[in-house]
């Protein structure tokens, strides 16, 4: 493998610090070199989205035990040379794949036991949980349709040219009684880097095949629930639509239940669905880079596909489409009840005015008899000082009649006092 370059070894001034890494994104995980005839052998064991420590770990431990020397890669791919046969690994973002290519001829295809290979503490041991596995053959020698039946059941058997004819595929989809794939390939005039892209995507087809389908399982889980929301959103949208009076509060409880129950299942299934049409998307890819040709009578890898996975990618989409409508409506319904809060808020607001009016006016009327009463109250004890000061006079000697001074002085003095609160109430006013 070429040497890789650190980012830290790289950096002048002005440049992006891992440019030369993202350019050789594109050579990673390069094909195989193969030439006819060889076996193949494919793993694939899920292991989350952790670092790939154990990988690597699992890795040096094996040329720990074929007496090779110990190397721990640091990429997440790498080919190792081993006593007879070859190991490729490669870690996902979810899972990894170890592939084992044994070149040299073989009578029967598939009749050797390839895991003899590896040695069986390492193999007990892998990290993981395994996926799939898959055998496939190459060799020269095209076979009669009856010898395909050894390797196949009849139905449903898959077949097609591709390459542009260099190469053609059987398969049948099943595990047979070693608990394997199978994949049988005649080569047809196949170039060494041909062989090797073409089973690098027949074993991307099946890996991705079975991890779109970790959304499947997923999908008839989740249905019973959505529906069961669904039928729970509509009870609460017609008891939102009846004009009988309804609890609010009970509603909006509900609702929030409804929307909690939605997000729960949303975030629990968002990664999976949305993985699983990525692996579908790349799925289609590679077998339109096949160059599939017809044989006539057969139905071809892309037919097949599209018959049996197809189903099962529009369940996972049509149930992700349901929980993304089943989340909108929640709101739409939300949003309705908060409008509808915010009416019988703003109703019982204008209640609180119209009272707060009322109550208003009544102190207003109240203020101004008391007002009358406080004019006739300042009248009187002012009346009675003019009589205290016209009896002060007349011992005196000042010739005034008392009576008749307080008299007179009553209609005076209740103008006076009325004039003088009017003008103390103007000057509030304009404050």
Aim: proline share 6%; aromatic share 8%.
């Amino acid at each position: 493998m070429p040497d890789q370059i650190a980012p830290s070894e790289i950096g002048s001034e002005g440049e992006y610090q891992l440019r030369h890494l993202l350019h050789g994104e594109v050579h990673a995980r390069p094909h195989e070199l193969l030439e006819t005839p060889f076996e193949a052998l494919h793993l694939v064991y899920l292991t989350g989205e952790v670092a790939p420590d154990d990988d690597r770990r699992h890795l040096a431990r094996l040329c720990e035990l074929t007496g090779v020397p110990v190397l721990v890669p640091v990429d997440n791919f790498h080919v190792l040379d081993l006593p007879g046969f070859r190991l490729r690994w490669e870690r996902h973002t979810e899972f990894s794949t170890w592939t084992l290519f044994r070149p040299g001829g073989f009578e029967r295809p598939f009749a050797a036991d390839l895991m003899a290979l590896l040695p069986e503490s390492w193999r007990k041991t892998m990290p993981g949980r395994l996926l799939l596995s898959l055998r496939l053959a190459l060799e020269s020698a095209d076979r009669e349709p009856e010898e395909l039946e050894q390797y196949f059941l009849p139905s449903p058997r898959v077949g097609s040219r591709v390459m542009s004819g260099a190469a053609t595929l059987w398969t049948d989809f099943r595990l047979h009684v070693d608990g394997m794939g199978r994949f049988l390939v005649h080569d047809w005039g196949l170039s060494k880097g041909q062989a090797g892209r073409l089973v690098q995507r027949l074993f991307e087809i099946e890996t991705y095949r079975m991890t779109a389908l970790l959304a499947l399982p997923l999908a008839r889980d989740v249905a019973p629930a959505v529906t069961r929301l669904d039928r729970d959103l509509k009870a609460i949208i017609a008891e939102l639509a009846s004009p009988e009076p309804s609890d609010d509060r009970k509603l909006l409880e509900k609702l929030t239940q409804l929307a909690a129950e939605g997000e729960r299942l949303g975030s629990a299934t968002a990664y999976r669905f949305s993985a699983a049409a990525a692996y579908y998307a790349l799925i289609k890819s590679r077998i339109e880079e096949l160059r599939e040709e017809r044989i006539p009578g057969v139905q071809n890898l892309g037919e097949f596909m599209e018959r049996r996975l197809a189903p099962a990618m529009a369940t996972c989409e049509s149930t992700r489409l349901r929980l993304e409508d089943l989340s909108a409506r929640i709101a739409r319904a939300g949003d309705l009840l908060r409008t509808r809060v915010d009416i019988a808020l703003e109703e019982k607001n204008r209640d609180l005015l119209h009272s707060m009016n009322r109550r208003a006016k009544l102190q207003l009327r109240l203020q101004e008899t008391v007002e009358g009463l406080s004019v006739a109250a300042i009248s009187y004890y002012l009346v009675g000082l003019v009589g205290y000061m016209a009896k002060g006079g007349k011992a005196a000697g000042l010739p005034i009649d008392p009576d008749l001074a307080q008299g007179l002085a009553v209609p005076l003095v209740l103008g006076l006092v009325w004039w003088g609160l009017r003008r103390f109430k103007r000057r509030l006013h304009h404050e």
